[in-house]
């Protein structure tokens, strides 16, 4: 046999051993892979444009919630059944505000992960939500930020998910004019 026929028959042979090695070193597990936006998404369709959810809605918007923010919310805003009404009007179904997305990040580490969406209101005013994320079998909502922007330079240009950092926002924002 010829030089030609062993040096094709290597190439191919060293060519799918580099293929396999390549496919075994790239495989990633997507099935449970979600995106974070996709959850938002998802928490937004809870609510309608009237702001009217059912009571199953408000199960699944509070099954939304890590315990520890159902247990802040719920022990710090929510004395009554009025209130809780009220603050879910006004507080958990934030994203009816959003007319606009303009741009999103999210950050994903290990059991943590953070959204920033920066966008635009229903009467178009510049709205930034900032949220974080733990993971207790799903991605669930362990801390909102709502923030109303002067400008777009105010807009965050990743996720970020330190609290205290986002806490301290609209603080170091007034300090800076």
Wanted: net charge negative; proline share 2%.
């Amino acid at each position: 046999m010829s030089n030609r026929y062993f040096l094709c028959k290597g190439f191919i042979l060293h060519l799918l051993i580099i293929c396999v090695l390549t496919s075994c070193a790239n495989t990633q597990d997507f099935s449970n892979t979600e995106s974070i936006y996709v959850n938002f998404e998802n928490y937004s369709g809870q609510f309608n444009e009237n702001n009217e959810y059912s009571s199953k809605s408000l199960d699944k918007i509070f099954s939304s919630l890590t315990p520890r923010y159902q247990a802040e919310i719920l022990n710090s805003r929510a004395k009554t059944p009025e209130l809780l009404k009220q603050l879910t009007n006004d507080y958990l179904a934030f994203p009816l505000l959003l007319k606009e997305n303009i741009k999103h990040f999210e950050k994903i580490t290990n059991d943590t992960a953070c959204l920033v969406i920066n966008g635009k209101t229903i009467e178009n005013e510049k709205i930034a939500f900032y949220l974080t994320y733990k993971k207790i079998d799903n991605w669930l909502i362990d801390y909102i930020k709502i923030e109303h922007m002067a400008n777009y330079n105010q807009y965050l240009t990743e996720a970020v998910c330190d609290r205290k950092f986002l806490d301290e926002l609209r603080f170091r924002e007034m300090m800076a004019q």
